[in-house]
């Protein structure tokens, strides 16, 4: 509880400006041991630990973080297939590839796979159109 109680000690303005930076400080942890292929089960134990953070706001952390490289990953993807940036971020948008990251559970599970991802959003805009 050091992190608590030093935030208890800030004054309120302070107070905001030390909670960016646990934000950012969480954030930045969460990347770093998913690029390390470290276990979600790990990750947790080790945020929530480190950071005093709710399991509750380390879900969100994780989904966040999950969303944001998908999204990176599905770009980069995009551009070694030939797209110029502008198109693969018209890909994104049109596809609404961040609503379907934010409420498909089972997509967001694919966040390493950016060629899964594209398949199940041009599969759900093609039903669409019919």
Do not use: C
């Not at 905001?16 to 969460?30: C, P, Y």
């Not at 080790?46 to 989904?63: C, G, T, Y």
């Not at 890909?91 to 060629?115: D, G, T």
């Not at 199940?120 to 039903?127: D, E, I, L, M, N």
């Amino acid at each position: 509880m050091m992190l608590e109680e030093y935030r208890n000690n800030l004054l309120p303005s302070e107070r905001s400006l030390f909670d960016e930076f646990t934000a950012i400080g969480v954030t930045k942890t969460i990347y770093a041991l998913l690029d390390a292929n470290v276990d979600d089960s790990v990750i947790q134990r080790v945020v929530v630990d480190h950071w005093e953070i709710s399991r509750e706001d380390f879900s969100d952390f994780l989904i966040n973080a999950k969303k944001e490289i998908a999204l990176h990953l599905l770009r980069q993807h995009l551009t070694f297939q030939g797209y110029a940036a502008d198109e693969a971020d018209r890909f994104i948008s049109s596809h609404m590839v961040k609503i379907h990251l934010s409420h498909n559970h089972e997509l967001l599970a694919q966040w390493r796979n950016p060629e899964k991802i594209i398949k199940t959003v041009q599969q759900k805009k093609k039903s669409k159109e019919k």
